[in-house]
């Protein structure tokens, strides 16, 4: 199996911004992180981080045509505001898509609150900090196993 790992705005910043928020471990450990974890369930991922919307959509588009089995996407302040990127999700569909925070956006400001996104995605996971993008892999390992 092979899933895209995609992360937008600012999310590179992590262990940089908002601590409090968003814990201390840093962007690269994160990735080193995912991929170790991945590794671990055989599974290989692309990790990717951009803080341009259409980047992402290419991404999204990108594992389609690539024939990928899943995506996990952080699309960050994307999240509240992008129909573009809610439209490369809806668009790529039965490709499963698992939404992640690190932060739990329902219990934060409440323009954070509503995702353009999750309609599309088979699962949103919030609040668990890194691990969520494991919870992510885990969910999308679930999902695709289950078609086989
Ligand atoms: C975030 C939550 C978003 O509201 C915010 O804009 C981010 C990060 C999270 O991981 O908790 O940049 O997606």
């Known amino acids: 199996m092979k899933f895209m790992i995609l992360n937008g705005p600012n999310i590179n910043m992590v262990g940089i911004r908002e601590k409090s928020i968003y814990g201390t471990m840093n962007f690269e450990n994160i990735i080193a ?15 990717y981080q951009s803080n341009h919307e259409g980047d992402l959509v290419d991404a999204i588009q990108r594992a389609y045509f690539e024939h990928m089995d899943g995506i996990v996407i952080n699309p960050a302040a994307y999240t509240h505001t992008s129909v573009a990127i809610a439209d490369a999700i809806k668009a790529i569909s039965p490709i499963p898509v698992v939404e992640v925070h690190l932060s739990d956006i329902k219990q934060r400001e409440e323009f954070r609150h509503h995702s353009y996104c999750a309609p599309y995605c088979i699962e949103q996971v919030k609040g668990h900090g890194p691990l969520g993008y494991i919870m992510a892999m885990d969910i999308l390992i679930k999902n695709v196993e289950e078609k086989l």
Do not use: F, G, T
């Open 33 to 47: 992180y995912i991929k170790d974890e991945a590794n671990k369930r055989n599974i290989d991922v692309e990790c």
